[in-house]
Structures are given as C-alpha cells and as structure tokens.
C-alpha cells in the first residue's frame, strides 16, 4: 500500500559504507589501484562508483558477502552469480577489458577474469576484482543483443 504523504519523496544516491581492517591500505588501493579520489572522511570515488571506507573495530568485524542462493525465479535462466558480490559497479562493453588490465597493471588482484554470458536478450561481460580485505568488486558490462 502506498503511503500518499511520502510516495513522492525522492531518494538520493546509495553509497556503500565498507569496515576495512587497514584504513590506510584500504585507502590507498582504492585511490592508487583503482583510480578513486579519497577524502579524509574515508569516501572513495571514481565516477559514479562511492564507497565508504570505514576502520573496523576488529578484524571479525570484516565481513565480504559469500556467494548467494541460486534462484529459480530470475526472468531468465541464470540463476545467480557463482561469487560473492559486495559492489557491482556499471562500465562500457568496450571499456572492462581495459579497466581490469589498468587494475592488473597497478598490482590489483583479479578474482576472476572478465566472463560473457548471454541472459535471455542480453550479453554480459564481468570480471571480478577484490581490495585488500576480499570484498569482491564486480565490474559489469551489458549490451542487447
């Protein structure tokens, strides 16, 4: 049901908050590998992608998703991913494979290599990224086919 008095309320941009256990590396893989401007409030951003970065209390405290529940209910045959995702970040077909080699280059480590698969109407293409505490960074790309 639809509440009339805040059906019109418009939400901002969603900006994840990751606990690091090195603030500082954290930090610095995500202005040095990934290209993002860091602010001294910890807000990593390269475009449109935001991530908080935030000093854990302790290291149990740092928790990357693991891989979620297959469905069966998808629009599509896919049934969901193999991996953990804790960020899915949007690119162009043509710019993934460059971004994850600039990635490879400045010593990022690639989970998984950039992947196609075809979705129904669509082609995907992702490759899987991880920052220093495992949380996995899927960089996407999609086009119709």
């Not at 220093?132 to 086009?143: E, K, L």
């Amino acid at each position: 049901m639809k509440n009339s008095q805040t059906a019109d309320i418009k939400l901002g941009l969603s900006i994840q908050v990751r606990l690091v256990s090195n603030l500082q590396k954290s930090i610095a893989y995500y202005r040095d590998i990934l290209g993002c401007t860091v602010d001294d409030w910890g807000h990593a951003q390269r475009d449109e992608m935001i991530v908080i970065l935030q000093q854990a209390k302790t290291g149990d405290d740092v928790r990357p998703n693991p891989a979620s529940k297959k469905r069966l209910d998808y629009p599509t045959e896919w049934q969901g991913p193999d991996h953990g995702w804790d960020t899915f970040v949007h690119v162009e077909w043509d710019d993934l494979e460059p971004l994850i080699e600039d990635i490879r280059v400045k010593g990022g480590f690639i989970r998984l290599e950039p992947i196609t698969d075809v979705h129904g109407k669509w082609e995907f293409k992702n490759a899987y990224v991880q920052d220093p505490d495992r949380y996995t960074i899927v960089f996407g790309a999609m086009r119709e086919l």
